[in-house]
């Protein structure tokens, strides 16, 4: 199961960096989801035991899951779905500004705009 | 009782002032006066019935303490802060309307003046009283937000905005110094509490060093060389700020700190010998510079860098008749400098000059503002029947104890203020008439008049002031021989100093034709190379860097998060190369009950393969819902009910809220994003290294922590045995709102700002330039477009 | 959409809500606690949003309220949290005691742990509502007024 998990973890985290990497905004939205997918999963994977669930009244002589992983998990989980928000409103608000999600567009127009200010400065 | 009602007063007066404001500027007026009026009657009824002290304990689990104290040291300077403010609000009542009427500007902008300077008032109060350096530093910080928008009170002149935000830079920075400071001091002693501290304070390099940043924070403060040069900038001010400023607050809060932590310098004589250096050369360096300056005001805030110098060294020399001497000399030097300030005010009010050279004459319209202002000089440069003098003869006496050399400096540097003190006023007074001759209104020298009657008094019954003094430094120094300023008409050392300091001044007022230019050209030579050009280049340096971070930055976005997953790749790598891994690593067993984990994993994991291919967005959505249902479902086998219910009710609301921002996009330009140009194939491969390098070295950390779970009991089962007291069955659900409930509080404060970045990202006020910025942002990228192609080709 | 899931939208509205209380209530003795609660309301007021567009559900329900109730819970959870230090207690010590009787509503326990998750509830509610609304708001003004 280690192997697996490690494995599992590789794969959303790999893929998470590699969409990150790509051209368009939402891609790189897909993969921040990704890779934090892989963090909760590590999280979870890091529990000491695993058994039945964490709730009174316990089973008699069974394992039982580790409560502590599930806690940070489920506050990793919330804090992931509020960035994911602010990030895909962040990425609409781009493109209401500079009507592309294209980074390389937008890079290209930032470098336009840091021109054009500096131009008007030396004005 | 005789604590808080001065402390109130004092902190409640901004209030009170704000809330007359609403019937007009004058009562606004009236109310600060009187507030601190009685401020000032509440600090000497408290020091009459012996002082006392306040302890309120606000938040004990964390050590943190309301102390304040009415002693010796806090009733001098609460006494300083709080009647310098009446003078200087008397007439700052005249002064403002005149000088807002001057500028165009509404009758009503003097409110917030008033409500500052009690503010700076009650910062200077609670700052004398506190016990606590944490309290120490709010009001510390207070002082210099109080001073911030004084300074800049004229904002509409780009020199007091910029003279401003260099005084707030630079006390800014005597600040952090201060919290370096205070903060070792826990560290050492356990406690912000300063009687404590001092208590268990032993010598040693990390006393020393916490005390020497305390004292540097002190130092900058009160504008000591080589950090002097925001004081005369300030001088931008309106003059009742400046001349509260220089006097009673601000400035004194820096000397008034090197008493307060006396004790904790004591122990480090090489501390005290530092202080000597930075004193004495601000002494001579302020001196030297005030004979040359034109502008009255920069004549006295020379004047005010070299007379705190004279506090310093007199601290610094750490005998009895130094430290009493310290705390006299403030008195002495506030009720002075206040009136030459405010005579400077009142001359350039009236004749609208504020030069020495276009000034003279002036004792024939102003009688009575030149003998005031007279006397008042008379005191700041020593002479007898002044209060000024026994400030000298405790001066002389403290250097003498230390030797000649001392006592040389300490006559030279009293002769260099004699001049420069009688080169401001003959220069404005006496002499051929020059500029108009124009009749004050009253108020504009009453308070000056007042100033100058307490020097004279000073001069004859020096009793009371020095009561206060001795009480003063009492506080710092534990073992004080009682040292009593009286006039001695014999042949003692100090009489035959101050003669010498007479004769010395006269022969500088004489030979000024002789000096002047050497004089001049060192003061252009310091404009030039001194620590004014390092604070500006310093300043042009970090926006430089600053600038050159953003274009770093926002260049290209994907070099950026390729900087970040690269080097954590190469320390991740170096971790693993360096640590030993035999036997680390476990493959783990898969028994047949966990089949459905197994299989939501592969789920996952074919999921999350499969997101990366899609050119179309919608089947990138499903394939990140599959990986997130598939995780829900390895949550939900592994024992996690709660992560699993949260994770699917997630799942879904991200799904639907990633399918609705996608809907505001235009078909096109998605339909653009995944046809549109394919990357070149350098890229594609760099990507594809990126994606399995990183995913490499997750595996191999991941795999690697996996193997080693931790020895010792789990925080967990201690969690789990404790549920039920807590009035709890779900384990989980206890540990996110009990046990570790402060994880949970951090994490909807994320929340909360999330949702107010949405709001503001996504809010329904559209910005109005925002159809303009499209509009040329759209021509912009057409161009980028074609760039790129020419490029990609 | 069809009158039909217009009238099953409008009849899922309370029993949803009453799903999330439940779920919030029960947090302490069962699966769930304040997120899960949270979103599974948001989830009724979504379905909202999908049956009748819009500007029916906004005038219908009081969205506009949702920062404010968002932010009313932080100030709940917060003061729960930072309430006891003024006691001189450790943040977050909750009362009754560990150990110490409370009070029972039917088998629910009341004490200060639940005032912390309804704090989390209401500021998770108003997260994941005020997201939806203000994107349904931008879809407005893109698509011209027309419903979602």
């Known amino acids: 199961m280690i192997v697996l998990f490690a494995l599992v973890v590789a794969i959303l985290f790999g893929t998470g960096a590699y969409l990150m990497l790509k051209r368009d905004l939402i891609r790189v939205v897909a993969g921040i989801i990704l890779i934090s997918n892989a963090v909760i999963l590590f999280i979870i994977a890091a529990g000491l035991t695993r058994g039945r669930a964490p709730i009174y009244p316990l089973p008699e002589g069974e394992p039982i899951s580790d409560p502590l992983v599930q806690a940070m998990a489920l506050t990793a989980i919330v804090i992931s779905f509020g960035i994911t928000a602010l990030l895909l409103s962040l990425v609409y608000r781009v493109y209401t500004t500079r009507e592309t999600v294209d980074k390389e567009d937008l890079s290209l127009a930032e470098a336009e705009d840091e021109r054009q200010l500096e131009v008007e400065r030396r004005a | ?793 | 959409m069809t009158v039909l899931t217009r009238v099953i939208a409008r009849l899922l509205l309370p029993s949803t809500l009453i799903t999330a209380i439940a779920v919030l209530v029960k947090g302490y003795g069962d699966v769930g606690d304040g997120f899960s609660a949270a979103v599974i309301a948001a989830f009724g007021v979504l379905l909202q949003y999908v049956a009748f567009g819009h500007r029916a559900a906004a005038r219908a329900l009081p969205l506009r309220a949702m920062p404010a109730v968002s932010f009313a819970g932080l100030l709940l959870a917060l003061l729960v949290t930072f309430g006891p230090v003024l006691r001189g207690q450790a943040p977050l010590a909750h009362s009754p005691a560990p150990g110490a009787d409370v009070i029972y509503l039917g088998t629910l326990e009341l004490h200060t742990a639940l005032v912390f998750d309804l704090g989390v509830f209401l500021l998770v509610f108003g997260f994941a509502v005020g997201a939806i609304d203000l994107i349904a708001g931008a879809t407005d003004r893109e698509r011209g007024q027309g419903p979602l």
Not at chain 2, 185 to 192: E, V
Not at chain 2, 683 to 707: D, E, M
Not at chain 2, 724 to 732: C, E, I, L, S, T
Request: glycine share 10%.
């Open chain 2, 1 to 793: 009782m005789t604590v808080l009602l001065p402390l109130l007063l004092a902190l409640g007066a901004a209030p009170v002032v704000l809330v007359a404001g609403v019937l007009g500027a004058r009562p606004a007026a009236w109310a600060s006066i009187v507030m601190a009026a009685l401020a000032c009657g509440a600090t000497l009824w408290g020091r009459w019935a012996g002082g006392g002290a306040l302890d309120v304990a606000w938040a004990p689990s964390w050590g943190l303490r309301l102390t304040f104290a009415l002693d010796g040291l806090a009733v001098l300077y609460a006494l300083l802060a709080t009647g310098i403010g009446v003078a200087v609000l008397l007439y700052s009542a005249r002064y403002l309307p005149l000088h807002l009427e001057h500028q165009g500007r509404p009758a009503r902008d003097a409110i917030r003046f008033y409500a500052l300077i009690v503010l700076f008032m009650g910062a200077m109060v609670g700052l004398v009283m506190a016990q606590d350096l944490l309290l120490i530093f709010v009001f510390w910080d207070l002082t210099a937000i109080a001073s911030y928008y004084l300074i800049g009170y004229d904002r509409h002149k780009a020199e007091s905005r910029a003279a401003a935000l260099m005084a707030l830079l630079v006390t800014g920075i005597s600040a952090v110094l201060l919290l370096i400071g205070l903060l070792l001091l826990q560290a050492l002693y356990g406690t912000f509490a300063l009687p404590a501290i001092v208590e268990r304070a032993t010598p040693g390099p990390a006393q020393t060093l916490a005390a020497g940043l305390i004292a540097a924070g002190a130092l900058v403060k009160s504008a000591q060389v080589p950090a002097h040069f925001w004081l005369p900038r300030a001088m931008a001010a309106p003059t009742p700020v400046s001349a509260y400023l220089h006097s009673a607050a601000m400035v004194a809060a820096g000397v008034f700190l090197l008493g307060r932590i006396y004790p904790l310098l004591r122990l480090s004589p090489f501390l005290l010998d530092l202080l000597l250096v930075v004193g004495l050369l601000s002494m001579i360096f302020g001196s030297v510079l005030a004979l040359t300056r034109d502008v009255l005001k920069q004549i006295l805030a020379y004047s005010t860098i070299a007379q705190y110098g004279y506090v310093v060294v007199m601290l610094s020399l750490g005998t009895s008749a130094g430290v009493v001497g310290a705390a006299f000399y403030v008195i002495a030097h506030a009720l002075a400098k206040s009136a030459l300030f405010l005579t400077a005010g009142t001359v350039t009010e009236v004749t609208g000059e504020d030069r020495l050279s276009r000034l003279g004459g002036q004792w024939r319209g102003l009688p009575v503002l030149a003998a005031a202002s007279g006397v008042a000089a008379a005191g700041l440069g020593a002479l007898p029947l002044t209060i000024g003098f026994f400030k000298d003869e405790l001066f002389f006496k403290a250097a003498l104890e230390r030797g000649w050399p001392f006592a040389a400096l300490a006559t030279l540097g009293a002769a260099l203020t004699l001049a420069y003190v009688w080169h401001f006023w003959s220069g404005i007074f006496l002499g051929p008439l020059r500029g108009e001759a124009g009749r004050p209104p009253l108020p504009l020298v009453a308070p000056i008049v007042a100033l100058g009657l307490l020097v004279a008094v000073g001069g004859v019954a020096v009793a009371p002031a020095a009561d206060l003094a001795e009480a003063a430094g009492r506080v710092a120094f534990a073992d004080l021989q009682p040292v009593e300023p009286a006039y001695h008409l014999d042949a003692r050392p100090e009489n035959l100093l101050a003669l010498a300091t007479y004769a010395l001044a006269a022969t500088i007022i004489a030979a000024r034709p002789r000096w002047f230019r050497l004089a001049a050209a060192t003061a252009r030579l310091g404009e030039r190379v001194g620590p004014e050009r390092w604070y500006a280049a310093g300043l042009v340096r970090l926006n430089r860097s600053s600038r050159a971070l953003l274009a770093l930055e926002v260049r290209d976005l994907r070099s950026r998060i390729a900087t970040v997953l690269v080097p954590t790749a190469v320390l991740v790598a170096i971790g693993l190369w360096a640590t030993p891994t035999e036997g680390a690593f476990r493959v783990g067993r898969i028994t047949v009950t966990d089949l459905p984990t197994v299989l939501g994993l592969l789920l996952a994991a074919v999921g999350a393969l499969v997101a990366t291919v899609p050119r179309r967005p919608l089947t990138l959505i499903l394939a990140l819902s599959s990986v997130g249902y598939s995780l829900a479902a390895v949550f939900a086998f592994l024992g996690a009910p709660d992560v699993a219910l949260v994770a699917v009710l997630i799942e879904t609301i991200l799904t639907l809220l990633f399918l609705g921002v996608l809907a505001l996009f235009p078909a096109e330009l998605l339909k653009d994003q995944a046809v549109g140009p394919a990357p070149r194939p350098s890229l594609r491969w760099r990507n594809v290294g990126v994606g399995l390098g990183a995913g490499a070295f997750a595996f191999a950390v991941g795999w690697a922590t996996l193997s080693q779970p931790a020895a010792q009991e789990s925080v967990a089962v201690q969690h789990i045995r404790l549920t039920p007291a807590a009035h709890a069955k779900d384990v989980v659900t206890a540990i996110l709102a009990d046990f570790r409930g402060l994880d949970t509080m951090g994490e909807i404060t994320v929340i909360a700002i999330a949702l107010l970045g949405i709001a503001a990202l996504l809010g329904r006020r559209e910005r109005p330039m925002a159809s303009d910025e499209r509009r040329a942002t759209s021509d912009e990228r057409a161009s980028g477009e074609e760039k790129r192609r020419r490029e990609g080709r």
